[in-house]
């Protein structure tokens, strides 16, 4: 059951906006699962006025996907190279809030309003990167036969 207010009503427990706008683009589509995991979990942590500002380490990461280190890497790089957030502090294990402390880098989705200002939706403007098409002599390429 959701939390009581003044009037008597539970209220609703908060949601993910999740739109076709979203998942339609084709950044959405190239992402692999982790990284639209992590998406979901950054957006978790998202309260409508924490934008910018939300804290979410690659460890927390870890722990809520239940991933190793390499792919948490590439999801956080998959999803800032497509434009679906950015990164607007660099967190540090050895920042010197007190006495070693770490901080966690803070993001800002894309698809959200911060500080004031319109979202910016990034990832709509992703286009995939095209392969160069392989030359004469390249890997590949080879129809002799093997026998000499």
């Known amino acids: 059951m959701g939390k009581i207010e003044n009037n008597g009503r539970s209220k609703p427990p908060g949601f993910i ?3 076709r706008g979203v ?3 084709a950044a959405w589509k190239s992402l692999n699962c982790p990284a639209k995991a992590l998406l979901i979990a950054i957006w978790e942590r998202h309260n409508g006025g924490n934008n910018g500002a ?3 380490s690659h460890r927390q990461a870890r722990d809520a996907l239940r991933i190793g280190n390499g792919k948490v890497q590439q999801a956080f790089r998959d999803l800032q190279d497509r434009g679906f957030i950015v990164e607007t502090f660099k967190g540090a294990f050895n920042y010197k809030v007190a006495a070693g402390e770490g901080r966690a880098s803070e ?5 959200e309003p911060c500080n004031g200002k319109p979202a910016k939706k990034l990832y709509k403007h992703w286009q995939e990167k095209q392969n160069a098409v392989p030359g004469a002599g390249t890997a590949g390429s080879y129809s002799g036969n093997r026998s000499s």
Not at 107 to 111: G, I
């Open 17 to 19: 906006k999740l739109h």
């Open 23 to 25: 998942t339609g683009s």
């Open 54 to 56: 939300i804290g979410f």
């Open 107 to 111: 993001w800002e989705l894309t698809d």
